[in-house]
């Protein structure tokens, strides 16, 4: 029984460091609040935009242009044609949307990383403008764009505490 006690006392003894160093404040194996909060990006591509565009036009420009994203899935019906991308951890992506008879391009939705949305907001800011009188919504990240001619309509939305959508509608004259 006294070898019994004494094994016991050193098995304590040994565990006691363990215990202190894996409940530390200093643990490795947890990733810091704010790297997760760092921008997974230095810079924002814009996706395929142009009204009208082609299937052919997209594919081209996503593997020129977009080479972190890969083709995952075409779908095409009797209405409209898809192409989803995205990238290979699959939190990010774009859905182009192709109408049926003409094979052009009418939309575009992004999806990208909050994180990253102070970079991409500068770009918009830069190469749009917002829409004055707009409902924007900074917690939500809801805003609207527009190009210089009118043509192209910019929404922004938060989906989740993760990602937001960009989305680009194209305005007939």
């Not at 909050?114 to 409902?135: A, M, Q, R």
């Amino acid at each position: 029984m006294k070898k019994l006690f004494s094994l016991a006392i050193l098995a304590m003894l040994m565990a006691t460091p363990l215990f202190l160093v894996s409940c530390g404040d200093d643990d490795d194996m947890l990733p810091e609040e704010s790297e997760t909060s760092k921008p997974t990006i230095t810079s924002w591509t814009e996706p395929f935009h142009d009204n009208g565009g082609s299937i052919d036009d997209v594919k081209s420009y996503m593997a020129s242009s977009m080479p972190r994203y890969s083709l995952v899935n075409e779908t095409t019906g009797m209405s409209s044609t898809q192409l989803t991308y995205a990238t290979g951890s699959f939190t990010e992506g774009v859905i182009y949307s192709f109408s049926g008879t003409t094979g052009s391009l009418y939309s575009v939705i992004d999806t990208e990383l909050t994180v990253n949305k102070t970079i991409i907001f500068k770009y918009l800011n830069e190469h749009y403008t917002l829409i004055p009188g707009s409902t924007s919504n900074e917690s939500m990240l809801q805003y609207r764009f527009t190009n210089s001619d009118r043509s192209i309509v910019i929404s922004t939305m938060k989906v989740s505490e993760t990602c937001f959508n960009i989305d680009y509608s194209f305005i007939s004259k």
